[in-house]
């Protein structure tokens, strides 16, 4: 049995811009595996990639990035430890291939700060103490991002009092948007707070 080969080069990647920017297989590398060229637009910067289709886009990441803050946890989409942004929605990249999101924007915990300058959410997690072994962290973090993102949309959740109108950010809304991600070290409470905290000055 052949091994997969875990890294790639950029500089042999392809992009084939004259079909409408079309994923391309590239030639094979390891017989029996042919790759496939993708464009990744991650925290503003491209980066074409040549992978094996059956890459989740967390390894894409860590393995062929080494954009290590998002983290596998559990590995089956149930911790949310790997969440990131695509397109501003909130994943688990664990569980989707990197080829499925050729030329999408895609956002990680590294892109969520402005240079040394936190993100009001990175803040307040600093401020109220929303972590401790911070395994989890980034994982909460774009999580939180996103699920406040949902909340200026007006997107109801199943503990939304009135459909209606637009959905209050209470504790309770917090805990069930947030229910995806898992923390070992059940530092939920101040979690709570530093999200209620960010939000409050995000109004």
């Not at 094979?28 to 993708?38: D, F, L």
């Not at 946890?73 to 949310?80: F, L, N, T, Y």
């Not at 101040?190 to 109004?203: L, R, W, Y």
């Amino acid at each position: 049995m052949q091994p997969i080969p875990l890294r790639s080069s950029e500089s042999a990647a392809r992009h084939d811009t004259s079909s409408g920017g079309a994923m391309q297989h590239a030639p094979e590398r390891v017989p029996g595996i042919r790759t496939v060229g993708t464009r990744l637009l991650i925290n503003g910067t491209g980066h074409d990639l040549d992978l094996d289709p059956r890459v989740t886009l967390l390894d894409a990441l860590r393995e062929h990035l080494g954009l290590t803050g998002s983290k596998k946890g559990c590995d089956h989409g149930q911790c949310g430890a790997c969440t990131v942004l695509v397109e501003g929605r909130r994943i688990n990249a664990c569980l989707t291939l990197a080829v499925m999101h050729d030329g999408e924007a895609i956002t990680t915990v590294e892109g969520l700060a402005e240079g040394d300058r936190l993100s009001p959410l990175q803040a307040s997690f600093v401020k109220h103490d929303g972590f401790q072994c911070g395994y989890c962290t980034p994982g909460q973090l774009c999580s939180a991002t996103g699920m406040l993102g949902e909340i200026r949309a007006g997107w109801p959740s199943v503990v939304t009092q009135d459909l209606a109108t637009s959905p209050t950010l209470d504790d309770n809304e917090i805990r069930e948007r947030m229910s995806g991600n898992l923390c070992r070290c059940s530092a939920y409470p101040n979690i709570v707070v530093a999200i209620a905290d960010a939000a409050e000055g995000d109004a």
